[in-house]
């Protein structure tokens, strides 16, 4: 983990500020700090925890995660693996289902590029095993996804589904 850069983070958070066009104390008010520890932040002089990061990150309808990047608390790699899950589960035109073959899918290319998988994958897969063990067909991992591509449809490890055998009226 990087060490934080408080002042980089506080010349950002000034910048995003009069960008919203907030001064100190409204932001203070709206993220729910001490406008004395907020000026403190800006300045540099303070290390906010990611728990401050993330009320002031609302306040200014920002990424909490870029912030977290800013201050030294989460690196460029992990934030951009987080955004992606965040903007997955926050698709309202998908369904809960839908949304963890995403996910997974997600998680199997990155295995295949050689990149570590979060602790998140390993508490998806015990989740969908053990939804699996109880029969809750809503969590089915192995179920055929139709992506709507021209290739045709995909399963969830991304190999070509076969088309579903129905019986014939003969």
Known sequence: MASLNVGNLGEYLREQR????LSLRQLADAAGVSNPYLSQIERGLRKPSADVLQQVAKALR???ETLYVRAGILDEKERDELETRAVILADPSINERQ???LLQIYESFRKENGFETSSYDDEFTRADADADADGDPRVDADADVDTGTAEGARTADGSAARPKQTPSAG
Request: net charge positive; no cysteine.
């Open 18 to 21: 009069r960008t919203a066009q």
């Open 62 to 64: 920002i990424s909490a």
């Open 99 to 101: 949304k963890q073959v």
